[in-house]
């Protein structure tokens, strides 16, 4: 087991990471830390979300958007993070891996697992539809964050009418959004899922 050697740079922590090996996590704990830990950026970065676009001086009206309307944003974040996840890891133990966490997801939010499984089967299709030919995963939740709380209708008339976020809106949103995601890059140079 590799010692948590937070005083390290990267590239040595690494380095002592191959020599020592990587610690090992079954799929089911994977699942477990996963869904946990989006669950509570949720909760604690959700008010952050609603704080920056109730005060953004780029919307003409103050978006209705409230701290206990989580839901949507809930679901926001599993899809986008699920996305990631199909890209970073190996045929076959994605579909495991992302069937487990839609599972301790819909446990943890009290929802059917067949419910949370449509809901972000539609805002994986809704976010890649609005974010082609980009592939960027953050851009595209904060793009499916407008559609799915309306806000189009707060905005200047000119952004309003065409149904598209107001750019500089969308790029501090986007900054938030980016807090969002699982990081992937750490996980790997510290862990190896066991089969």
């Known amino acids: 087991m590799v010692p948590d050697l937070p005083h390290l740079r990267t590239d040595q922590a690494r380095m002592i990471s191959t020599i020592f090996g990587k610690k090992k996590i079954t799929e089911e704990k994977l699942a477990n830390v996963f869904v946990n830990a989006l ?20 919307f003409v009206t103050e978006p209705g958007i409230e701290t206990e309307d989580a839901t949507a944003f809930a679901l926001i974040v599993l899809a986008g993070n699920l996305m990631e996840l199909k890209r970073q890891l190996p045929p076959g133990q994605d579909r495991r891996l992302v069937s487990l966490s839609i599972s301790k997801f819909a446990q943890a939010t009290q929802a059917r697992t067949s419910e949370v499984e449509q809901h972000c089967s539609r805002l994986n299709n809704l976010m890649a539809r609005l974010n082609q030919p980009s592939k960027n995963t953050v851009r595209a939740m904060s793009l499916a964050l ?3 709380y309306d806000l189009f209708e707060h905005q200047k008339p000119y952004f309003a009418e065409q149904r598209v976020p107001d750019p500089i809106i969308l790029k501090r949103v986007s900054e938030l959004m980016g807090f969002f995601i699982w990081d992937w890059d750490s996980f790997h140079d510290q862990y190896r899922i066991a089969s």
């Open 39 to 58: 669950l509570e950026l949720i909760d604690k970065g959700f008010p952050a979300i609603v704080a920056e676009l109730k005060d953004s001086p780029e």
């Open 146 to 148: 407008f559609h799915q």
